[in-house]
């Protein structure tokens, strides 16, 4: 069964910088569409960004001129540069392929005012 495993969260100050990666077992991440996703306290999962199997990109408007996601196939991993960082940001992030595949644990940001 295929895994992903994000990292690269933390503490970060409102304006500050955060790289995410998802990690997956197998070279899924070539064949498939991948989203972050996010999850703040007490709210729904959210689409963030999406990046095709060819490489094209969106974003939700929240982020959009922000975050840039992307993909190393031969690292079996997507990237999700956050710049200019908002405490609304503040969330659990999640990656996944589009069908979507078992979800990780996910990585905590959070952003201090």
């Known amino acids: 069964q295929v895994q992903l495993v994000e990292s690269g969260g933390g503490l970060v100050q409102a304006g500050g910088s955060l790289r995410l990666s998802c990690a997956a077992s197998t070279a899924i991440f070539s064949m498939s569409g991948t989203g972050w996703y996010r999850q703040a306290p007490g709210k729904q999962r959210e689409s963030v960004a999406f990046i095709s199997r060819g490489g094209s990109t969106t974003y939700t408007d929240s982020v959009k001129g922000r975050f840039t996601i992307s993909r190393d196939n031969a690292k079996n991993t997507v990237y999700l540069q956050m710049n200019s960082l908002k405490p609304e940001d503040t969330a659990v992030y999640y990656c996944?392929?589009?069908?979507?595949?078992?979800w990780g644990q996910g990585t905590l940001v959070t952003v201090s005012s």
């Open positions: 996944n392929t589009i069908p979507p595949i078992k």
